[in-house]
């Protein structure tokens, strides 16, 4: 079974498409987070959702 952990992003609503792009971008990129979730609100806010898989290492002896 595949563990996650999880990071939420909330965005204000004067955040542009650009810079939300840019943010999500460094995330995945530097963090290895991948987009779980995302919630755009009709004041323009938005949600945001990360998740990353948790490597669990096992013992060999």
Known sequence: MLDYSYLVLHLPRGTT???ARQILT???EYGG?????LRLYPDGR????LRRKI???TRTM
């Open 26 to 28: 460094e995330h995945a």
């Open 33 to 37: 987070w991948e987009l779980d979730r």
């Open 46 to 49: 938005r949600d945001v959702r």
């Open 17 to 19: 498409r650009d810079v």
């Open 55 to 57: 490597i669990r290492v």
